[in-house]
Every structure is written in structure tokens, then in C-alpha cells.
């Protein structure tokens, strides 16, 4: 079984405008703040210049930063009008003072999606800057938006760290016994593919090896991402972007080391080894963390959803929510509410269904098949207010009873997150 590096699916943020929806994922939240931040820049006490990735005190904006790019980006219209979607991603440093400078495309997509992302993150609002010994820093940050002309909830299979660790462990017995080697079949059929595909093995290697250095890239973007959000020293972040690094460096060495004349048939004979130094960096990552720190960087570095995405993703409502009040009574009976990553939620009363998110103010939910007392369905569209701590829901519920009638209630409720 292949341990995945990456499972990048980000849940994704619906905006529909003219029968389009755009999609975007942010994933450098950190949780939203009440404070404002004061107008004057923070008192520059350090000649430390250098650009920090990851600081004892992370960056944070100031409030729901997932809430400001939606309100503020906007999808070209000649974006639309091509057809063109996809994901930019770009880098950006937060001065001393907050402010946000040297605003990067590092991965586009097209002139017309790439300047659009990078107006709105030049535009940001200024940041409470990252610290370093109490000290303000520069900090570096990456951030990927996506542009999507139509919508795909995601549906994702809800892992646990028990289930990672058992297949970790399961692969370093495996080691333990030597590398796997490529069944005849499989080996003739991925050379014969590679054959066709690249024609020779000068090619082959060209086009291999570059895709093994932006795999890397690839990496190195998404490490920039999740890292600086993970309640790890810092110490601990360097040495777990330490081990990724051999990892990398070991692939590119690997495939170097081939020879030119036959690379198409040695390269598909050292495949199994790309997938044993991936075990490896997790055995060294958990070996040096320890269970309790490792089981944090997988839920937050691996899983995604997991913890992390839970908290950054674009969908302001993933998680678990407790109703307080409801047309402005405190709520005596406790019902607790859950949104997960595939657009599903279940209630702690044993409803539960589908929702949707729309314009970004809107969000219908859909349960057909509540079967409590005499409710039979159960539909609601309601106007939302949201933060990193408090929901406010404001619209109507149309509940189907089971003698066929259909009741209306207009409702305001009050939700507080407790997950």
C-alpha cells in the first residue's frame, strides 16, 4: 500500500455568479482575531532583514481572511469567457510593520487568473507581523487560489492517525524483508508505456527527471503552506523540512545515476525505491517527533481534511458547532451540529443531510429522511454570518410532517464552534 505525501483536495469555498461558481482554498489561515490592528507601523527594534519561513509567532490577519478574499476576488470575465480555470499560487512577504510586499505568482495559470490573484493579495489589509524572540520578523507566505468554473464537492474518505500509523508500520516490516521488485507484467507494460509515451530514453529522462524536480516544487509550495500553522517548534518544522529535503535530493540522485542508453528500462527497475524512501522520511519523522508530535504533523502535514483543513479551509463552516440561542431564547436542550469536508452534516438529534453554499452569504441544508417525531423531511435556506467562533443563521425551515402537510418556520439561530 503507497503512503500518499500529500493529499492536496482542499475542501472548496462556492461562489456562484450567472450559473459560474468560483472555487478558491486558502490555506494559510490562521483563527481569525476581534482585535483591529493599530494604524501605526510596529516599531522596528532589529537590523534583521532576512526573510523568515517559519518564526516562533506566525503572522496573523486580522480577522477571517478566508471571508476578505471572497468578498474581494473577483473571476475574469476573460477567464470565463476562455474557459480557463485552475490554481495560482502566490508568495508574498509580511514586513516588520504588517504590511504585505513582494507579491510573487510562483505557479500561474493564465495573465488573466494570475493578475487577478495577485491584486487581491497585494490589497490585503495589514497583518499582525510574525515575531521572532519577541522580535518583529519578515515573514514569507504562500498562499493557492483556485478558479473553477463549476463545482465538484470533493468526497473524502475520513482517515484517522490509528490507520496511518498501522500502515506505516506495516510498510517498515516490509522493508525490513528488502524492496519490492516490479512484477514481469507490470515491468513490461510500464517500460512499453514510457516507450510510447517519450520514444527514447534521452527524452525520457529529460521529461522524467524535470517532473521529479517540480514534484519537488510542488512540495517545497505546499510545506510553505501548512507548516508555518502547525503548533511545532520551529526546530522541529526545520528538521521535518530537513527530511523532505533528503528525500528529494535522493530521487534527483537516483534518476542521475541511471545510465543514458537503457534509462527507460532501469529507471521503471528503481521504482519501488521511490516508494520505500517515502516510507522512510515518515519513519524518520515519526522517530524523531515522537508518537504524540507525529501524530500532529500527520494530521496536519498528511491528512488533508484533517485537523488543519478543519481550520484553514475556505469553508468557514467545517467542524462542530453547538446552538445557543435560537430566535433570540437560550437554547435549554443541547443540539450539536457537524460540517464535514464532503458537504454532508449530521446533528447530535439524528438529523442529518447535504448543504450547499451559495453567493457567499447563503446556505441551504437538505434532509430527506429525518424521521423525528412526526418531521419526516427537512429543508432550510438561511442568510449566515460566520467567524472562526460564532454562527449566526438567519432564514426559513420547511419541515414535511408525516401527515403530508409542510410547516414553515422562520428562524434565527446562534451557534457557537466547539471543534
Partial sequence: MILKRYNAKSRLLIKSQIGLVILFTILCIHPAISQVQEKQPVQDSTADNKVHLFVEEMPVFPGNLNAWIYNNIHYPEAAKDKGIEGRVYVRFIIEKDGSVSDVKIIRGVSPELDNEAKEVIASMPKWFPGKHNHVPVRVSYTVPVYFALRSTPPSVERRTFEKYLKVLNNEEEKLKTGLDTVPQASFDMYRLYLKKRYGSDNAAYKRIVTSAREQQQSSEIMLSIVMPTMSLPVTDKNKILQFYK????????????????????????????????????????RDYLGLKKFKRYVEDCIFSPGKLIRAVIANPFIGKWEKISENGVDTKNVLQKEFYDDFTFSCSNGVSGTYKIT?????????????????????????????????????????????????????????????
Fill in 359 to 419: 453567493n457567499g452569504r447563503y446556505l441551504s441544508e437538505t434532509s430527506p429522511s429525518v424521521k423525528i417525531k412526526d418531521i419526516m423531511e427537512y429543508h432550510a435556506s438561511y442568510e449566515y454570518e460566520v467567524n472562526s467562533r460564532i454562527l449566526v443563521l438567519t432564514g426559513e425551515v420547511k419541515l414535511k410532517l408525516a401527515d403530508g402537510t409542510q410547516k414553515n418556520i422562520q428562524v434565527k439561530e446562534t451557534w457557537r464552534r466547539i471543534e
Fill in 246 to 285: 533528503e528525500e528529494w535530493e535522493e530521487q534527483i540522485r537516483l534518476i542521475d545515476s541511471l545510465p543514458g542508453e537503457n534509462f527507460i528500462t532501469e529507471y521503471v527497475k528503481i521504482t519501488p525505491r521511490f516508494r520505500a524512501n517515502t516510507t522512510l522520511r515518515e519513519i524518520k519523522i
